[in-house]
């Protein structure tokens, strides 16, 4: 079955920096690749998804990039705000087979203001 | 829409006691699962389900039993709780099919068994 890993597990910045959380998948079938957000006591909801037909995908200050080749993606978060903290998960499923993600473990990324 | 619901948000249980976790969709969607999440553990699923009458178990199943009896409905069943059985339970649903794999969650149920 798949596998997802994620790095790193806590991330802490300061307001106004950049943060990177990385994915690696084993599957080559997988070809859809998630990111939900938590924040505290609140349940997952997606905030940007990327296809494996496609390098790099953006939405304001978020933007995923994946590499096929190496089974790796990649959540980047600009100019981060204190509301940026929260729990990141990666998932991977493969669409047109499975459609039930394997999630990583989650990243914690506090934003100090 | 009120989109996935679960009873109870939380719940304390003595080892020994079986409980069912109600979960329910207003969307029609065909794909509905369940996971526990535990901190440093990320989301793990227990079992999934394809469609009203089928079911799989997945990566964490033992303990735990599931039906789906129609679309709306997917409950999670503790047959006898133990304290390992402690943690955050969500449930969640998607339709299946290219562009609609977004997995939709419930607010949770937490779990205490003492």
């Known amino acids: 079955g798949e596998n997802v890993e994620q790095h790193p597990s806590t991330l802490s910045v300061q307001e106004g920096d950049s943060a990177v959380i990385k994915c690696t998948y084993s599957d080559s079938a997988s070809n859809y690749f998630p990111w939900y957000k938590q924040e505290l006591g609140k349940r997952p909801q997606l905030i940007i998804d990327i296809r494996s037909n496609v390098g790099e995908k953006k939405d304001q200050r978020i933007a995923v990039t994946l590499n096929k080749t190496a089974k790796h993606f990649s959540l980047h978060i600009t100019e981060t705000q204190p509301e940026d903290s929260a729990v990141y998960f990666c998932a991977a499923l493969a669409s047109g087979g499975s459609y039930i993600p394997t999630f990583g473990r989650g990243t914690s990324l506090i934003v100090h203001p | ?114």
């Open chain 2, 1 to 114: 829409n009120a989109g996935v619901t679960q009873t109870p948000k939380f719940q304390v249980l003595k080892t020994g006691q079986s409980m069912t976790l109600q979960c329910a969709q207003d969307m029609n969607h065909e794909y509905m699962s369940w996971y526990r999440q535990d901190p440093g553990m990320g989301l793990r699923l227990i079992h999934y389900s394809v469609g009203a009458g089928i079911t799989d178990q997945g990566e964490v199943p033992n303990g735990y039993n599931v039906s789906r009896s129609t679309t709306e409905d997917f409950p999670l069943r503790l047959l006898s709780a133990a304290p390992s059985q402690t943690s955050v339970y969500f449930c969640a649903s998607s339709e299946a099919g290219t562009g609609q794999e977004t997995q939709y969650f419930g607010p949770g149920t937490r779990l205490l068994v003492l």
